[in-house]
């Protein structure tokens, strides 16, 4: 069972997916104008994030598109070091995931140096290498 | 509802299995179950396969398995329910027979992790969660998803990395007198807490193996175990399976998993045994914080006291609850599709009295519970099985 075992290298195989966000699109174009929405759901209420073209409590179909405050307090976080092939050259980067003043809770990088639980952070809309997303900040910083 | 017991176990040598392919190592161990066992080959008509898939050649293992044992022709399917496939097929398999259907099935879990490069197979694990909200985005790897359960529990309950590090020595302990164990080798508190950063505050060796390996049962009905006159048939008592959110953001707390819980309460009813009756236990420790969960969820001790039953040795033999004495996820190897199924043959030998002296529990009862989560919690299979 050692290393030296003969092999036969497979066929490559590629897999890139092409993943359809048609129902959800006003999330990023309101991400460019620095705007983070959640979908809340005009029948039952339930505000959802991430955003849901269909409330997964009712199956109403009939949503509204609601602006998150911003305004969060970290529930747990992990400093990841060790990062996958796609994410090379990125580590080490901070993982938050925050209770929103709103309900719902967003997990995001955290740009900042220090980071504890029940410590309040800020979620803010950001355009990185050409594309839109979104990271958690210290409270007291308003961003670019 | 049939009573289902098991008549037959079979695993291959978890670790680096280059000598094989998956329907090599799959046969391997299917062969073994049914020599363990008093059926035939002939009488097995429903062969469930857990594989979560993707690191190996073939998408379809089911039917492949199946030819390659000579089943053509039986009822057989994948199961997939990430790092919790085997117990899924074990389900699955246990379905077929309780139900009257089929009165012998095969529940199969195989899975070969080391025929991609590390750097994918990271890449394959990170997506078993929400892809595209938290993988995409984000780059949350698998032990990323844990160490965010692991900064929860410590900030609220106190626990220390010391304390984590104590789950890898004691697995590694029994690791190192299982012969089908991936590691077997004993290691200090030092090496845990000295070893690579990859996820804070969890280390390289909080983190189970990349494992190839193979593991198979044999379930028959109360009727079929009499015809064949079984002589130590192990029961399947209970069973509960739950779920949870693939979306970390969506879950309701970091400090336990629900999914776990909930299916300790499905099994705990349906076998009509309490948690304390339990004499070992199989947990899903795939790193060190998730047994300190699994202790906490499957009620060994209350929320938040899983710290202290790891310092007390409690979990190890001699103590209230020894879990993990073939060396769990973490020594013996982590096979996604084979682990659910491994725990099974290993608590059947365990009621059997067959394991190596040197980690064979002592039991009155011969009450054995196995504890299998997929991914993070989004899938959870709890089986109580005795004597």
């Given at each position: 069972?050692?290393?030296?075992?003969?092999?036969?290298?497979?066929?490559?195989?590629?897999?890139?997916?092409?993943?359809p966000?048609?129902?959800?699109?006003?999330?990023?174009e309101?991400?460019?104008e620095g705007?983070?929405?959640?979908?809340?759901?005009?029948?039952?209420?339930?505000?959802?994030?991430?955003?849901?073209?269909?409330?997964?409590?009712?199956?109403?179909?009939?949503v509204?598109?609601?602006e998150?405050?911003?305004?969060g307090?970290?529930?747990t976080y992990?400093?990841?070091?060790?990062?996958?092939a796609?994410?090379s050259?990125?580590?080490?980067?901070?993982?938050?995931v925050?209770?929103?003043?709103?309900?719902?809770?967003?997990?995001?990088?955290?740009?900042?140096?220090?980071i504890?639980?029940?410590m309040?952070?800020?979620?803010?809309?950001?355009?990185?290498?050409?594309?839109?997303?979104?990271?958690?900040?210290?409270?007291?910083e308003?961003?670019? | 509802?049939?009573?289902?017991?098991?008549?037959?176990v079979?695993?291959?040598?978890?670790?680096?299995?280059?000598?094989?392919?998956?329907?090599e190592?799959?046969?391997?161990?299917?062969?073994?179950?049914?020599?363990?066992?008093?059926?035939?080959?002939?009488?097995?008509?429903?062969?469930?396969v857990?594989?979560?898939?993707?690191?190996s050649?073939?998408?379809?293992?089911?039917?492949?398995?199946?030819?390659?044992?000579?089943?053509?022709?039986?009822?057989?399917?994948?199961?997939?329910?990430?790092?919790?496939?085997?117990s899924?097929a074990f389900?699955?398999?246990?379905?077929?027979?309780?139900?009257?259907?089929?009165?012998?099935?095969v529940?199969?879990?195989?899975?070969?992790?080391?025929?991609?490069?590390?750097?994918?197979?990271?890449?394959?694990?990170?997506?078993?969660?929400?892809?595209f909200w938290?993988?995409?985005?984000?780059?949350?790897?698998f032990?990323?998803?844990?160490?965010?359960?692991a900064?929860?529990?410590m900030?609220?309950?106190?626990?220390?990395?010391?304390?984590?590090?104590?789950?890898a020595?004691?697995?590694?302990?029994y690791?190192?007198?299982?012969?089908?164990?991936?590691?077997?080798?004993?290691?200090?508190?030092?090496?845990?807490?000295?070893?690579?950063?990859?996820a804070?505050p969890l280390?390289?060796?909080?983190?189970?193996p990349?494992?190839?390996?193979?593991?198979?049962?044999?379930?028959?009905?109360?009727?079929?175990?009499?015809?064949?006159?079984?002589d130590?048939p192990?029961?399947i008592?209970?069973?509960?399976?739950?779920?949870?959110t693939?979306?970390?953001?969506?879950?309701a707390?970091?400090?336990?998993l629900?999914?776990?819980?909930?299916?300790?309460?499905?099994?705990?009813?349906?076998a009509?045994?309490?948690?304390?009756?339990?004499?070992?236990?199989?947990?899903?420790?795939?790193?060190?914080?998730?047994?300190?969960l699994?202790?906490?969820?499957?009620?060994?001790?209350k929320k938040?006291?899983?710290?202290?039953?790891?310092?007390?040795?409690?979990t190890?033999?001699?103590?209230?609850?020894?879990?993990?004495?073939?060396?769990?996820?973490?020594?013996?190897?982590?096979?996604?599709?084979?682990?659910?199924?491994?725990?099974?043959v290993?608590?059947?030998?365990?009621?059997?009295?067959e394991?190596?002296?040197?980690?064979?529990?002592?039991?009155?009862?011969?009450?054995?519970?196995?504890?299998?989560?997929?991914?993070t919690?989004?899938y959870?299979?709890?089986?109580?099985?005795?004597?």
């Amino acid at each position: 069972m050692g290393v030296s075992e003969p092999f036969i290298t497979s066929k490559t195989l590629s897999l890139v997916y092409r993943i359809p966000i048609s129902r959800i699109e006003k999330f990023w174009e309101s991400l460019k104008e620095g705007r983070v929405l959640a979908t809340r759901c005009k029948n039952c209420q339930t505000l959802r994030f991430p955003p849901s073209a269909t409330c997964p409590s009712c199956f109403s179909p009939d949503v509204e598109w609601v602006e998150l405050s911003g305004e969060g307090v970290v529930e747990t976080y992990t400093k990841i070091m060790a990062a996958p092939a796609s994410f090379s050259g990125e580590a080490p980067y901070t993982v938050v995931v925050a209770r929103m003043k709103e309900g719902v809770k967003v997990l995001a990088w955290y740009e900042g140096e220090n980071i504890s639980i029940g410590m309040k952070v800020r979620l803010l809309a950001k355009e990185e290498h050409g594309s839109l997303t979104y990271r958690f900040v210290p409270w007291d910083e308003q961003g670019d | 509802m049939k009573e289902v017991a098991v008549i037959g176990v079979g695993q291959t040598k978890f670790g680096k299995r280059r000598d094989a392919s998956l329907s090599e190592l799959a046969v391997d161990a299917l062969k073994d179950a049914l020599e363990d066992s008093e059926a035939e080959k002939r009488e097995i008509k429903f062969l469930s396969v857990g594989n979560f898939g993707l690191s190996s050649e073939d998408i379809t293992p089911a039917a492949l398995v199946a030819e390659q044992a000579g089943l053509q022709g039986t009822t057989t399917m994948r199961c997939e329910a990430a790092c919790a496939s085997g117990s899924a097929a074990f389900y699955a398999a246990w379905l077929a027979v309780s139900s009257g259907i089929f009165d012998i099935a095969v529940a199969l879990g195989v899975e070969k992790m080391t025929e991609v490069e590390t750097p994918t197979m990271i890449e394959i694990l990170g997506r078993a969660g929400s892809y595209f909200w938290e993988f995409h985005e984000f780059g949350v790897t698998f032990p990323a998803y844990y160490a965010l359960y692991a900064t929860a529990h410590m900030n609220k309950f106190g626990t220390r990395e010391e304390d984590l590090a104590l789950v890898a020595v004691k697995n590694h302990k029994y690791g190192a007198r299982n012969p089908l164990a991936q590691f077997q080798n004993e290691i200090t508190v030092e090496d845990v807490l000295s070893s690579r950063m990859i996820a804070w505050p969890l280390k390289l060796y909080d983190c189970c193996p990349i494992s190839d390996g193979a593991a198979a049962v044999v379930l028959a009905s109360k009727e079929k175990v009499k015809e064949l006159g079984v002589d130590t048939p192990v029961w399947i008592k209970g069973i509960g399976v739950s779920s949870d959110t693939s979306t970390m953001g969506n879950r309701a707390n970091f400090i336990g998993l629900r999914s776990s819980i909930e299916a300790a309460q499905l099994a705990y009813k349906m076998a009509k045994v309490e948690a304390k009756e339990i004499e070992v236990a199989e947990v899903h420790d795939c790193f060190t914080i998730a047994e300190i969960l699994a202790y906490e969820d499957l009620g060994f001790c209350k929320k938040g006291e899983g710290a202290k039953l790891i310092r007390e040795g409690e979990t190890e033999i001699g103590g209230r609850i020894p879990v993990n004495v073939d060396g769990g996820l973490k020594a013996k190897g982590h096979p996604l599709g084979a682990t659910g199924v491994s725990m099974i043959v290993e608590l059947t030998k365990q009621l059997r009295e067959e394991v190596e002296p040197s980690r064979q529990v002592p039991l009155k009862k011969y009450l054995a519970l196995a504890h299998n989560v997929g991914g993070t919690g989004q899938y959870c299979y709890v089986t109580v099985l005795g004597r």
